[in-house]
Protein backbone atom coordinates (compact mmCIF):
# COMPACT_ATOMS: atom_id res chain seq x y z
CA UNK A 1 0.00 0.00 0.00
CA UNK A 2 2.36 2.52 0.78
CA UNK A 3 4.49 1.78 -2.72
CA UNK A 4 1.10 2.54 -4.21
CA UNK A 5 0.82 5.98 -2.35
CA UNK A 6 4.59 6.55 -3.62
CA UNK A 7 3.34 6.53 -6.97
CA UNK A 8 1.03 9.42 -6.82
CA UNK A 9 1.44 13.40 -6.32
CA UNK A 10 1.65 14.16 -2.62
CA UNK A 11 -1.50 16.48 -2.44
CA UNK A 12 0.61 19.36 -0.62
CA UNK A 13 2.48 19.01 -3.40
CA UNK A 14 -0.60 19.55 -6.09
CA UNK A 15 -1.26 22.38 -4.28
CA UNK A 16 2.32 24.03 -4.09
CA UNK A 17 2.26 23.56 -8.34
CA UNK A 18 -0.80 25.06 -8.47
CA UNK A 19 -0.29 28.23 -6.60
CA UNK A 20 3.29 28.19 -8.39
CA UNK A 21 1.39 27.96 -11.91
CA UNK A 22 -1.06 29.89 -11.37
CA UNK A 23 0.97 32.94 -10.20
CA UNK A 24 3.09 32.66 -13.48
CA UNK A 25 -0.16 32.34 -15.45
CA UNK A 26 -0.83 35.67 -13.62
CA UNK A 27 2.22 37.10 -14.29
CA UNK A 28 1.95 36.68 -17.70
CA UNK A 29 -1.52 38.29 -18.29
CA UNK A 30 -0.21 40.87 -16.54
CA UNK A 31 2.86 41.88 -19.02
CA UNK A 32 0.32 41.36 -22.13
CA UNK A 33 -2.05 43.80 -20.58
CA UNK A 34 1.28 46.55 -20.31
CA UNK A 35 2.60 47.61 -23.38
CA UNK A 36 6.05 48.08 -23.69
CA UNK A 37 7.33 51.54 -21.72
CA UNK A 38 10.67 52.69 -20.49
CA UNK A 39 13.54 50.27 -21.71
CA UNK A 40 11.21 48.17 -23.14
CA UNK A 41 10.68 50.11 -25.61
CA UNK A 42 14.30 51.22 -26.27
CA UNK A 43 15.27 47.42 -26.67
CA UNK A 44 11.99 46.51 -28.75
CA UNK A 45 13.10 49.34 -31.44
CA UNK A 46 16.61 48.18 -31.66
CA UNK A 47 15.40 45.63 -34.29
CA UNK A 48 12.03 46.30 -35.05
CA UNK A 49 9.56 49.72 -35.23
CA UNK A 50 6.06 50.39 -35.46
CA UNK A 51 5.97 49.21 -38.97
CA UNK A 52 7.27 45.87 -39.05
CA UNK A 53 10.39 43.52 -37.86
CA UNK A 54 13.75 45.10 -39.56
CA UNK A 55 12.52 48.38 -39.33
CA UNK A 56 14.83 49.41 -36.00
CA UNK A 57 18.19 50.79 -35.24
CA UNK A 58 19.60 47.60 -36.60
CA UNK A 59 18.92 44.96 -39.17
CA UNK A 60 18.22 41.32 -37.13
CA UNK A 61 21.37 40.55 -39.30
CA UNK A 62 23.35 43.29 -37.17
CA UNK A 63 22.31 42.61 -33.85
CA UNK A 64 25.89 40.93 -33.03
CA UNK A 65 27.14 44.51 -33.73
CA UNK A 66 24.64 46.18 -31.71
CA UNK A 67 25.69 43.49 -28.81
CA UNK A 68 29.03 44.22 -29.07
CA UNK A 69 28.41 47.91 -28.73
CA UNK A 70 25.71 47.40 -25.86
CA UNK A 71 28.88 45.34 -23.70
CA UNK A 72 30.98 48.34 -24.60
CA UNK A 73 29.12 51.39 -23.61
CA UNK A 74 26.28 49.80 -21.31
CA UNK A 75 26.46 46.83 -19.70
CA UNK A 76 27.23 43.07 -20.86
CA UNK A 77 24.42 41.07 -19.10
CA UNK A 78 22.97 38.48 -21.37
CA UNK A 79 19.54 39.28 -19.63
CA UNK A 80 19.84 42.93 -21.93
CA UNK A 81 20.71 40.32 -24.92
CA UNK A 82 17.52 38.50 -24.46
CA UNK A 83 15.45 41.14 -23.98
CA UNK A 84 16.58 43.53 -27.04
CA UNK A 85 16.45 40.21 -29.21
CA UNK A 86 12.99 38.59 -28.16
CA UNK A 87 11.33 41.98 -28.00
CA UNK A 88 12.21 42.78 -31.31
CA UNK A 89 12.11 39.39 -32.80
CA UNK A 90 8.90 37.64 -31.01
CA UNK A 91 4.93 38.94 -30.48
CA UNK A 92 4.37 40.72 -27.15
CA UNK A 93 2.24 37.74 -25.75
CA UNK A 94 4.69 35.08 -26.27
CA UNK A 95 7.57 37.15 -24.49
CA UNK A 96 5.02 37.91 -21.49
CA UNK A 97 3.83 34.13 -21.31
CA UNK A 98 8.21 33.17 -21.21
CA UNK A 99 8.40 35.99 -18.59
CA UNK A 100 5.40 34.25 -16.93
CA UNK A 101 6.91 30.66 -17.44
CA UNK A 102 10.34 32.39 -15.52
CA UNK A 103 8.55 33.65 -12.16
CA UNK A 104 6.94 30.07 -11.74
CA UNK A 105 10.60 28.52 -12.52
CA UNK A 106 12.10 30.60 -9.16
CA UNK A 107 9.91 30.21 -7.60
CA UNK A 108 10.18 25.88 -7.99
CA UNK A 109 13.89 26.50 -7.72
CA UNK A 110 13.94 28.23 -4.51
CA UNK A 111 11.68 26.02 -3.07
CA UNK A 112 14.38 23.38 -4.95
CA UNK A 113 17.13 24.63 -2.82
CA UNK A 114 14.98 25.28 0.18
CA UNK A 115 14.36 21.31 0.18
CA UNK A 116 11.03 22.26 0.08
CA UNK A 117 10.25 20.85 -3.28
CA UNK A 118 8.71 18.34 -4.01
CA UNK A 119 6.98 18.53 -0.52
CA UNK A 120 6.45 15.39 0.37
CA UNK A 121 4.32 16.75 3.23
CA UNK A 122 5.95 19.87 3.75
CA UNK A 123 3.40 21.73 1.38
CA UNK A 124 2.70 24.24 4.17
CA UNK A 125 5.94 25.48 4.50
CA UNK A 126 7.16 25.53 0.93
CA UNK A 127 3.50 27.92 0.88
CA UNK A 128 4.94 30.12 3.71
CA UNK A 129 8.39 30.48 1.32
CA UNK A 130 6.32 31.28 -2.18
CA UNK A 131 4.09 34.08 -0.07
CA UNK A 132 7.25 35.65 1.40
CA UNK A 133 8.40 36.07 -2.27
CA UNK A 134 5.29 36.52 -3.48
CA UNK A 135 4.55 39.74 -0.62
CA UNK A 136 8.09 41.09 0.86
CA UNK A 137 9.71 41.25 -2.30
CA UNK A 138 10.18 44.30 -4.25
CA UNK A 139 7.99 43.44 -6.87
CA UNK A 140 6.95 46.85 -7.00
CA UNK A 141 9.95 47.89 -8.17
CA UNK A 142 9.01 48.06 -12.64
CA UNK A 143 8.57 44.49 -12.43
CA UNK A 144 5.47 45.25 -14.88
CA UNK A 145 8.65 46.29 -17.29
CA UNK A 146 9.50 43.05 -19.38
CA UNK A 147 13.08 44.14 -19.16
CA UNK A 148 13.40 44.03 -15.52
CA UNK A 149 11.98 40.47 -15.29
CA UNK A 150 14.70 39.47 -17.93
CA UNK A 151 17.04 41.02 -15.17
CA UNK A 152 16.02 39.95 -11.66
CA UNK A 153 13.59 36.79 -12.13
CA UNK A 154 14.99 35.60 -15.12
CA UNK A 155 18.69 35.77 -13.45
CA UNK A 156 17.44 34.27 -10.31
CA UNK A 157 16.21 31.24 -12.31
CA UNK A 158 19.08 30.61 -14.75
CA UNK A 159 21.60 30.59 -12.62
CA UNK A 160 19.88 28.36 -10.06
CA UNK A 161 19.08 26.03 -12.77
CA UNK A 162 23.01 25.96 -13.86
CA UNK A 163 23.15 24.86 -9.92
CA UNK A 164 20.49 21.66 -10.33
CA UNK A 165 22.12 20.64 -13.26
CA UNK A 166 25.68 20.95 -11.58
CA UNK A 167 24.13 18.42 -9.00
CA UNK A 168 22.88 16.22 -11.28
CA UNK A 169 25.84 16.11 -13.98
CA UNK A 170 26.17 12.86 -15.11
CA UNK A 171 22.35 11.55 -14.60
CA UNK A 172 20.42 10.84 -17.80
CA UNK A 173 20.77 12.93 -20.31
CA UNK A 174 23.45 15.05 -18.54
CA UNK A 175 25.70 12.29 -18.46
CA UNK A 176 26.38 13.03 -22.38
CA UNK A 177 27.66 16.16 -21.37
CA UNK A 178 32.09 15.91 -21.82
CA UNK A 179 31.67 13.00 -23.89
CA UNK A 180 31.98 13.95 -27.37
CA UNK A 181 32.75 11.20 -29.27
CA UNK A 182 28.91 11.13 -31.42
CA UNK A 183 27.13 13.70 -32.46
CA UNK A 184 24.70 13.32 -30.08
CA UNK A 185 26.68 13.63 -27.62
CA UNK A 186 28.81 16.72 -28.81
CA UNK A 187 25.39 18.60 -29.24
CA UNK A 188 24.59 18.10 -26.28
CA UNK A 189 27.96 19.12 -24.24
CA UNK A 190 27.57 22.38 -26.70
CA UNK A 191 24.10 23.31 -25.49
CA UNK A 192 24.70 22.61 -21.86
CA UNK A 193 28.07 24.98 -22.22
CA UNK A 194 26.04 27.15 -23.98
CA UNK A 195 23.18 27.63 -21.51
CA UNK A 196 25.55 27.93 -18.76
CA UNK A 197 27.56 30.96 -20.35
CA UNK A 198 24.43 32.81 -20.77
CA UNK A 199 23.21 31.79 -17.38
CA UNK A 200 26.79 33.33 -15.97
CA UNK A 201 26.46 36.47 -18.11
CA UNK A 202 23.21 36.83 -17.00
CA UNK A 203 23.50 39.65 -14.20
CA UNK A 204 26.60 40.17 -12.30
CA UNK A 205 25.38 40.89 -9.04
CA UNK A 206 23.44 37.34 -8.97
CA UNK A 207 26.70 35.06 -10.59
CA UNK A 208 29.11 37.09 -9.00
CA UNK A 209 27.85 36.27 -5.81
CA UNK A 210 27.13 32.55 -6.45
CA UNK A 211 30.80 32.71 -7.85
CA UNK A 212 32.08 33.93 -4.67
CA UNK A 213 29.91 31.26 -2.70
CA UNK A 214 31.12 27.99 -4.69
CA UNK A 215 34.39 29.04 -4.04
CA UNK A 216 34.09 29.15 -0.58
CA UNK A 217 33.10 25.61 -0.72
CA UNK A 218 35.61 24.74 -2.76
CA UNK A 219 38.01 26.37 -0.58
CA UNK A 220 36.13 24.73 2.69
CA UNK A 221 36.26 21.19 1.15
CA UNK A 222 39.93 21.55 0.22
CA UNK A 223 39.19 21.31 -3.83
CA UNK A 224 41.37 24.34 -4.41
CA UNK A 225 44.72 23.18 -2.32
CA UNK A 226 44.16 19.67 -3.32
CA UNK A 227 43.73 19.71 -7.08
CA UNK A 228 39.72 18.83 -6.79
CA UNK A 229 39.47 20.83 -10.01
CA UNK A 230 41.62 17.41 -12.32
CA UNK A 231 39.79 15.28 -10.14
CA UNK A 232 35.98 16.58 -11.55
CA UNK A 233 33.84 14.73 -14.27
CA UNK A 234 34.42 16.91 -17.60
CA UNK A 235 30.96 17.67 -17.72
CA UNK A 236 31.24 19.49 -13.94
CA UNK A 237 34.39 21.24 -15.68
CA UNK A 238 32.52 22.02 -18.85
CA UNK A 239 29.77 23.89 -17.26
CA UNK A 240 31.08 25.47 -14.00
CA UNK A 241 33.63 26.63 -16.78
CA UNK A 242 31.42 28.42 -18.82
CA UNK A 243 29.21 29.53 -15.90
CA UNK A 244 32.27 31.58 -14.28
CA UNK A 245 33.19 32.61 -17.68
CA UNK A 246 29.92 34.35 -18.36
CA UNK A 247 30.27 35.80 -14.87
CA UNK A 248 33.35 37.23 -15.78
CA UNK A 249 32.12 38.43 -19.18
CA UNK A 250 29.43 40.68 -17.60
CA UNK A 251 31.91 42.06 -15.13
CA UNK A 252 34.30 42.93 -16.88
CA UNK A 253 32.16 45.35 -19.73
CA UNK A 254 33.43 48.47 -19.79
CA UNK A 255 30.10 50.39 -19.91
CA UNK A 256 29.48 48.30 -16.06
CA UNK A 257 32.69 49.40 -15.54
CA UNK A 258 32.34 53.33 -16.32
CA UNK A 259 28.74 52.71 -14.57
CA UNK A 260 30.54 51.54 -11.58
CA UNK A 261 33.04 54.26 -11.26
CA UNK A 262 31.57 56.69 -12.67
CA UNK A 263 30.03 58.24 -9.11
CA UNK A 264 25.72 58.37 -9.68
CA UNK A 265 23.93 59.76 -7.02
CA UNK A 266 22.69 57.15 -4.63
CA UNK A 267 19.54 57.38 -3.10
CA UNK A 268 20.42 57.37 0.03
CA UNK A 269 23.96 56.75 2.44
CA UNK A 270 25.15 53.27 1.41
CA UNK A 271 23.99 51.68 5.23
CA UNK A 272 20.22 53.07 4.46
CA UNK A 273 19.74 51.34 1.14
CA UNK A 274 21.11 48.21 2.35
CA UNK A 275 18.92 48.17 5.58
CA UNK A 276 16.03 49.13 2.76
CA UNK A 277 16.62 47.38 -0.44
CA UNK A 278 18.00 43.76 1.72
CA UNK A 279 16.27 43.08 5.24
CA UNK A 280 16.26 39.24 4.53
CA UNK A 281 19.79 39.22 4.34
CA UNK A 282 20.30 42.12 7.01
CA UNK A 283 18.30 39.25 9.35
CA UNK A 284 21.18 36.68 8.12
CA UNK A 285 23.71 38.95 9.52
CA UNK A 286 21.68 39.21 13.18
CA UNK A 287 21.84 34.66 12.80
CA UNK A 288 25.59 34.87 12.79
CA UNK A 289 26.51 37.56 15.16
CA UNK A 290 24.06 35.92 17.32
CA UNK A 291 25.66 32.38 16.77
CA UNK A 292 28.86 33.97 17.42
CA UNK A 293 27.70 34.84 21.09
CA UNK A 294 27.67 31.31 22.34
CA UNK A 295 29.83 27.94 22.15
CA UNK A 296 27.29 25.96 20.96
CA UNK A 297 26.40 28.79 18.27
CA UNK A 298 29.82 28.67 16.85
CA UNK A 299 29.61 25.38 16.92
CA UNK A 300 26.74 24.99 14.61
CA UNK A 301 27.81 28.21 12.47
CA UNK A 302 31.09 26.34 11.49
CA UNK A 303 29.30 23.29 10.54
CA UNK A 304 27.00 25.94 8.55
CA UNK A 305 29.90 27.21 6.85
CA UNK A 306 31.71 24.39 5.90
CA UNK A 307 28.83 22.43 4.52
CA UNK A 308 27.22 23.09 0.94
CA UNK A 309 24.74 25.48 3.43
CA UNK A 310 27.89 27.75 3.50
CA UNK A 311 27.73 28.56 -0.20
CA UNK A 312 24.14 30.53 0.27
CA UNK A 313 25.65 32.77 2.98
CA UNK A 314 29.09 33.89 1.62
CA UNK A 315 26.60 34.29 -1.65
CA UNK A 316 23.97 36.40 0.66
CA UNK A 317 26.58 38.51 2.27
CA UNK A 318 28.80 39.09 -1.48
CA UNK A 319 25.58 40.52 -2.78
CA UNK A 320 25.67 42.91 -0.17
CA UNK A 321 28.07 44.89 -1.75
CA UNK A 322 25.76 45.26 -4.86
CA UNK A 323 23.49 46.72 -2.85
CA UNK A 324 25.79 49.19 -1.27
CA UNK A 325 27.84 49.83 -4.12
CA UNK A 326 24.48 50.47 -6.65
CA UNK A 327 22.74 52.95 -4.21
CA UNK A 328 19.20 51.88 -5.74
CA UNK A 329 16.68 51.34 -3.45
CA UNK A 330 14.53 48.20 -4.28
CA UNK A 331 15.37 45.14 -6.88
CA UNK A 332 19.14 45.87 -5.78
CA UNK A 333 18.71 43.67 -2.93
CA UNK A 334 16.63 40.62 -4.79
CA UNK A 335 19.55 38.35 -5.22
CA UNK A 336 21.30 38.80 -2.05
CA UNK A 337 18.00 38.61 -0.01
CA UNK A 338 17.04 35.43 -2.54
CA UNK A 339 20.21 33.57 -1.32
CA UNK A 340 19.72 34.72 2.70
CA UNK A 341 16.14 33.30 2.30
CA UNK A 342 17.38 29.61 1.32
CA UNK A 343 20.16 29.74 3.71
CA UNK A 344 18.17 30.77 6.64
CA UNK A 345 15.72 27.88 5.54
CA UNK A 346 18.77 25.30 5.08
CA UNK A 347 19.89 26.48 8.27
CA UNK A 348 16.85 26.50 10.83
CA UNK A 349 15.00 23.38 9.05
CA UNK A 350 11.58 24.78 10.23
CA UNK A 351 9.88 21.89 8.72
CA UNK A 352 12.37 19.58 11.39
CA UNK A 353 11.70 22.05 14.82
CA UNK A 354 8.21 22.49 14.52
CA UNK A 355 4.97 20.63 13.29
CA UNK A 356 1.40 21.66 12.94
CA UNK A 357 -2.08 20.36 12.77
CA UNK A 358 -2.94 19.38 9.51
CA UNK A 359 -6.14 21.35 10.23
CA UNK A 360 -4.03 24.86 10.77
CA UNK A 361 -1.41 23.80 8.67
CA UNK A 362 -4.18 23.36 5.96
CA UNK A 363 -5.49 26.63 6.58
CA UNK A 364 -2.34 28.65 6.28
CA UNK A 365 -1.31 26.94 3.02
CA UNK A 366 -5.15 27.53 1.82
CA UNK A 367 -5.13 30.99 2.58
CA UNK A 368 -1.51 32.06 1.83
CA UNK A 369 -1.52 30.74 -1.25
CA UNK A 370 -5.00 32.33 -2.12
CA UNK A 371 -3.95 35.82 -1.63
CA UNK A 372 -0.76 35.65 -3.77
CA UNK A 373 -2.44 34.51 -6.61
CA UNK A 374 -6.11 36.71 -5.36
CA UNK A 375 -3.74 39.91 -5.04
CA UNK A 376 -1.88 39.00 -8.93
CA UNK A 377 -5.85 38.76 -10.18
CA UNK A 378 -6.50 41.99 -9.26
CA UNK A 379 -3.23 43.39 -10.33
CA UNK A 380 -4.12 42.01 -13.55
CA UNK A 381 -7.59 43.56 -13.64
CA UNK A 382 -5.91 46.69 -13.35
CA UNK A 383 -3.80 46.23 -15.78
CA UNK A 384 -6.46 45.59 -18.22
CA UNK A 385 -7.76 48.90 -17.67
CA UNK A 386 -4.53 50.34 -18.08
CA UNK A 387 -3.88 48.59 -21.38
CA UNK A 388 -7.18 49.41 -23.03
CA UNK A 389 -6.29 53.71 -22.19
CA UNK A 390 -2.89 53.12 -23.28
CA UNK A 391 -3.80 51.61 -26.27
CA UNK A 392 -6.09 53.94 -27.50
CA UNK A 393 -3.44 56.78 -26.47
CA UNK A 394 -0.87 55.45 -28.59
CA UNK A 395 -3.56 54.93 -31.62
CA UNK A 396 -4.58 58.54 -31.01
CA UNK A 397 -0.13 59.73 -30.93
CA UNK A 398 0.71 57.69 -33.94
CA UNK A 399 -2.27 59.72 -36.11
CA UNK A 400 -1.29 63.11 -34.40
CA UNK A 401 0.94 65.46 -36.46
CA UNK A 402 2.24 67.36 -33.72
CA UNK A 403 2.37 64.48 -30.95
CA UNK A 404 -0.36 66.74 -28.81
CA UNK A 405 -3.37 64.42 -27.46
CA UNK A 406 -6.24 65.11 -25.30
CA UNK A 407 -7.25 61.98 -23.55
CA UNK A 408 -7.47 60.99 -19.98
CA UNK A 409 -5.82 58.21 -18.78
CA UNK A 410 -6.00 56.35 -15.51
CA UNK A 411 -4.06 57.46 -12.35
CA UNK A 412 -2.68 54.42 -11.17
CA UNK A 413 -0.98 56.77 -7.75
CA UNK A 414 -4.61 56.30 -7.36
CA UNK A 415 -5.08 52.64 -7.28
CA UNK A 416 -5.56 50.47 -4.12
CA UNK A 417 -2.90 49.45 -1.69
CA UNK A 418 -2.97 45.85 -2.35
CA UNK A 419 -2.28 46.47 -5.85
CA UNK A 420 1.23 46.66 -4.25
CA UNK A 421 1.96 49.50 -7.30
CA UNK A 422 2.70 46.52 -9.42
CA UNK A 423 0.25 48.72 -12.26
CA UNK A 424 2.29 51.47 -13.97
CA UNK A 425 -0.03 53.55 -15.93
CA UNK A 426 1.73 55.57 -19.45
CA UNK A 427 1.90 59.30 -17.25
CA UNK A 428 2.05 62.71 -19.63
CA UNK A 429 5.91 63.36 -17.49
CA UNK A 430 7.48 60.07 -18.47
CA UNK A 431 9.82 61.53 -20.92
CA UNK A 432 11.75 58.60 -21.33
CA UNK A 433 9.01 56.42 -22.52
CA UNK A 434 7.94 59.28 -25.06
CA UNK A 435 11.42 59.01 -26.19
CA UNK A 436 10.87 55.53 -26.89
CA UNK A 437 7.34 56.33 -28.28
CA UNK A 438 9.18 58.54 -30.89
CA UNK A 439 11.82 56.07 -31.56
CA UNK A 440 9.06 53.35 -32.44
CA UNK A 441 6.57 55.53 -33.99
CA UNK A 442 9.08 57.28 -35.87
CA UNK A 443 7.82 60.65 -35.45
CA UNK A 444 9.53 64.15 -35.16
CA UNK A 445 7.26 65.07 -32.56
CA UNK A 446 7.19 63.93 -28.82
CA UNK A 447 3.84 63.02 -26.98
CA UNK A 448 2.36 65.71 -25.01
CA UNK A 449 -0.84 64.02 -23.60
CA UNK A 450 -3.06 67.09 -22.38
CA UNK A 451 -6.01 66.27 -20.43
CA UNK A 452 -9.46 65.52 -22.40
CA UNK A 453 -10.78 68.54 -21.74
CA UNK A 454 -7.46 70.48 -23.33
CA UNK A 455 -9.31 70.19 -26.54
CA UNK A 456 -11.27 72.90 -26.22
CA UNK A 457 -8.56 75.19 -26.35
CA UNK A 458 -8.63 78.49 -28.40
CA UNK A 459 -5.04 78.27 -28.93
CA UNK A 460 -5.12 81.15 -31.45
CA UNK A 461 -6.22 83.49 -28.39
CA UNK A 462 -4.64 81.97 -25.13
CA UNK A 463 -3.14 85.19 -23.88
CA UNK A 464 0.87 84.44 -22.49
CA UNK A 465 1.41 84.56 -19.12
CA UNK A 466 -1.71 83.25 -18.15
CA UNK A 467 -2.84 79.92 -16.36
CA UNK A 468 -5.67 78.05 -17.83
CA UNK A 469 -7.44 76.45 -15.24
CA UNK A 470 -8.95 72.67 -15.91
CA UNK A 471 -12.47 70.92 -14.76
CA UNK A 472 -9.84 68.52 -13.07
CA UNK A 473 -9.00 69.28 -10.12
CA UNK A 474 -5.01 68.71 -10.31
CA UNK A 475 -4.24 70.07 -13.89
CA UNK A 476 -2.89 73.45 -15.31
CA UNK A 477 -1.65 74.65 -18.23
CA UNK A 478 -0.04 77.80 -18.80
CA UNK A 479 1.98 79.84 -21.48
CA UNK A 480 5.34 81.52 -20.62
CA UNK A 481 6.33 84.60 -22.92
CA UNK A 482 10.00 85.10 -22.44
CA UNK A 483 11.46 81.94 -20.17
CA UNK A 484 10.54 79.06 -18.40
CA UNK A 485 9.79 79.29 -14.50
CA UNK A 486 12.56 80.40 -12.48
CA UNK A 487 11.92 78.18 -10.04
CA UNK A 488 11.90 75.18 -12.41
CA UNK A 489 15.05 72.78 -13.05
CA UNK A 490 14.98 71.31 -16.27
CA UNK A 491 17.83 68.48 -16.05
CA UNK A 492 19.66 67.87 -19.34
CA UNK A 493 17.86 64.82 -21.31
CA UNK A 494 20.24 63.95 -23.94
CA UNK A 495 18.74 61.32 -27.39
CA UNK A 496 15.62 63.76 -27.54
CA UNK A 497 14.66 67.38 -28.55
CA UNK A 498 12.26 69.70 -26.89
CA UNK A 499 10.97 67.57 -24.69
CA UNK A 500 12.84 68.15 -20.29
CA UNK A 501 10.84 68.04 -17.59
CA UNK A 502 11.76 69.16 -14.41
CA UNK A 503 10.06 70.16 -11.03
CA UNK A 504 9.08 73.38 -10.02
CA UNK A 505 10.15 73.46 -6.08
CA UNK A 506 7.46 76.17 -5.43
CA UNK A 507 4.19 77.21 -6.48
CA UNK A 508 4.66 80.52 -7.18
CA UNK A 509 6.80 82.17 -10.00
CA UNK A 510 6.50 85.60 -11.24
CA UNK A 511 6.35 84.07 -14.88
CA UNK A 512 4.03 81.33 -14.17
CA UNK A 513 0.94 80.79 -11.85
CA UNK A 514 0.61 76.94 -11.03
CA UNK A 515 -2.88 76.39 -9.15
CA UNK A 516 -3.89 72.98 -6.94
CA UNK A 517 -7.57 72.05 -7.25
CA UNK A 518 -7.41 69.32 -4.37
CA UNK A 519 -8.00 69.45 -1.04
CA UNK A 520 -4.20 70.08 -0.18
CA UNK A 521 -1.68 72.70 -1.34
CA UNK A 522 0.84 71.03 -4.18
CA UNK A 523 4.33 72.44 -3.83
CA UNK A 524 6.23 70.31 -6.04
CA UNK A 525 4.93 69.86 -9.75
CA UNK A 526 5.91 68.40 -13.08
CA UNK A 527 6.50 70.77 -15.44
CA UNK A 528 6.47 69.91 -19.22
CA UNK A 529 7.36 72.40 -22.39
CA UNK A 530 5.31 71.88 -25.63
CA UNK A 531 5.40 73.80 -28.71
CA UNK A 532 2.09 74.56 -30.65
CA UNK A 533 1.47 76.69 -33.28
CA UNK A 534 5.16 78.43 -32.45
CA UNK A 535 4.19 78.86 -28.99
CA UNK A 536 5.96 77.61 -26.22
CA UNK A 537 3.75 76.42 -23.27
CA UNK A 538 3.72 74.79 -20.05
CA UNK A 539 1.79 72.04 -19.30
CA UNK A 540 2.28 71.07 -14.81
CA UNK A 541 1.32 67.98 -12.89
CA UNK A 542 1.79 67.47 -9.30
CA UNK A 543 4.62 65.29 -8.36
CA UNK A 544 3.48 61.99 -7.28
CA UNK A 545 5.55 59.10 -6.63
CA UNK A 546 5.12 55.59 -7.15
CA UNK A 547 6.52 53.88 -4.38
CA UNK A 548 10.19 52.95 -4.70
CA UNK A 549 10.40 55.95 -7.64
CA UNK A 550 13.64 57.54 -7.76
CA UNK A 551 13.71 61.37 -9.17
Same mark, same amino acid.
Do not use: N
Given at each position: MSDRQKSYINIPTLWVLSVVAALAVAWSVMYIFTLPMGDDLIYTSILRRADGIGTGAYAVWEFPRYWARHWMYTNGRSANLFAS?? =??????????????????? =????VLYFC???PCKGRGVAATVVIAVIAFLFPWWDSFSLIDVNFNYVWATAMPLAVLVMLRHDGRGWLGRVGSISDRS?????????MFCLFAGMIHEAATLSLCAGIVWTAWMRGDISSGGWRRMSRQLRWMLGAFFAGAAVAALSPGIIMRAVGGSSPDDVWWVVVLKSAPITLILLFVILMSLMSRNGRDRLRRVMVSDRGMWVVSAIAGLAFVAVGGIVGRSGWFSQIFALIALWQWYDPVGRYRVSLVDGGLVALSLGMSAVVQMVEVDRYSYIGWKADSELRSLYAASPDGIVCYD =????????????SRVRYLRPEDDYTHYGLRLYYKKDCPLINLPASAAAIDWANFRPCKALKFETKYLTIGSVALMPPADAVFPESPGWARLYVGKAESAESQHFNIYDFGSQYCSRNWVIP???????????RPYRPHWGDRF
Open positions: LF =MGILPHWMVSVMCGMAVGA =MYLFRLFGLITTACVA =MPDDSRLPLWVFFEKEGRTYYYT
